[in-house]
């Protein structure tokens, strides 16, 4: 995808590739009320990306023949959009990469309770979920493998918690490479619009 908000995809070969996109909600903020927008909405905190233009990155060519996937991906936002046709499924295989499960985070209070839920159109949203999709023969070593449910803290608007990179780090080798990153974790190489003004 030419798109002059992003830079070109580091290189690579990446044998890990984890992806937090800016989803898409509304066309632009404001949409059905006429306000400004609604307080919480992520076209307010950030540019978003409809799904075909997230599935146009050019991913397959920075990822190495064997390598795993994991992306974030909302529950409204499952099978679709509103704005967008193509699911995440079809994002990870436009990618070069075939599904294979789904990881959900439980966010916790502080005394490690469900969290009360936040934004959510019809229940209040307490969770998140990875779509994991492998690329040629990565695999995850029997010994290795943990439950597909990890549960911690609820942190500011978007962010993920350690647990989640921790989880990663257990299960796979690098080199990795995290997409649409805010802040870059030792040892992984880091892409995203907004890195530098919060690094």
């Known amino acids: ?17 984890v992806a937090d996109p800016p989803w898409m909600y509304q066309k632009r903020t404001g949409l059905k009320t006429g306000s400004v927008g609604t307080r919480n909405a992520a076209e307010v905190m950030y540019p978003t990306l409809t799904n075909e233009e997230i599935g ?16 974030w991906f909302t529950n409204p936002g499952m099978f679709g959009g509103r704005f967008s046709t193509m699911t995440p499924a079809q994002i990870a295989e436009a990618w070069g990469f075939t599904y294979r ?3 959900t985070w439980v966010k916790t209070t502080a005394a490690g309770g469900v969290h009360g839920g936040g ?16 690329r040629g023969k990565a ?11 990890f549960l911690a803290p609820k942190s500011r608007h978007s962010q993920k918690p350690d647990a989640f990179h921790e989880l990663v ?20 190489t880091c892409w995203g619009n907004e890195l530098e003004a919060i690094a």
């Open 56 to 71: 146009g990155l050019p991913v397959r060519d920075v990822v190495a023949s064997d390598a795993h996937l994991f992306l």
């Open 169 to 188: 780090e257990s299960v796979t080798d690098g080199p990795r490479l995290e997409l649409f990153a805010r802040t870059c974790r030792p040892g992984w």
């Open 1 to 17: 995808m030419a798109d002059d908000r992003f830079a070109a995809l580091p290189p690579g070969p990446f044998s890990v590739v």
């Open 119 to 134: 934004m959510g159109w019809y229940f209040r949203g307490a969770t998140e979920h990875v779509l994991y999709a492998t």
């Open 139 to 149: 695999a995850i070593p029997s010994a290795l493998r943990r439950p597909n449910v």
């Open 101 to 103: 499960t789904t990881l």
